[in-house]
């Protein structure tokens, strides 16, 4: 049984730093990569960043590129996400995904075959 486990949300000024973490397990490390996507009150899921399993490559999207990085540790099966330069529009729930299909876009929902239950990152002064 596939799960997805996140940690290391909370609370942040604005200005700060957080970082989180995806625990993957059940998962083969043979698969496309992971991500993080993000949903605040009252919007949609959208996408943060991805990193591909292999090679180590990357995708952030507008908002948060050059403020958050994301990498992933093979031998734990895990994904980070570091976030600084916190803004208050970065408060919302957030997602890691894992895509197992190598042909995978994972800056799209569809892209991603697996979530966890989110973990809540509130920016606030």
């Known amino acids: 049984q596939v799960q997805l486990v996140e940690s290391g949300g909370g609370l942040a000024q604005p200005g700060g730093s957080l970082r989180l973490s995806c625990v993957a397990s059940?998962?083969?490390?043979?698969?496309?990569?992971m991500g993080w996507f993000r949903q605040a009150p009252g919007k949609e899921r959208e996408f943060v960043a991805a990193?591909?399993?292999?090679?180590?490559?990357?995708k952030y999207s507008d908002s948060v590129r050059g403020r958050f990085t994301i990498s992933r540790d093979k031998d734990e099966n895990t994904v980070h996400l570091e976030m600084s330069s916190l803004r208050r529009d970065d408060t919302a729930v957030y997602y890691c995904?894992?895509?197992?299909?190598?042909?995978?876009?994972?800056?799209?929902?569809?892209?991603?075959?697996?979530w966890g239950n989110g973990t809540l990152v509130t920016v606030s002064p």
């Open positions: 995904g894992a895509a197992v299909v190598m042909g995978a876009e994972m800056s799209t929902f569809s892209g991603m075959d697996y």
């Open positions: 059940g998962l083969s490390r043979s698969k496309k990569g």
């Open positions: 990193v591909s399993w292999n090679d180590g490559h990357t």
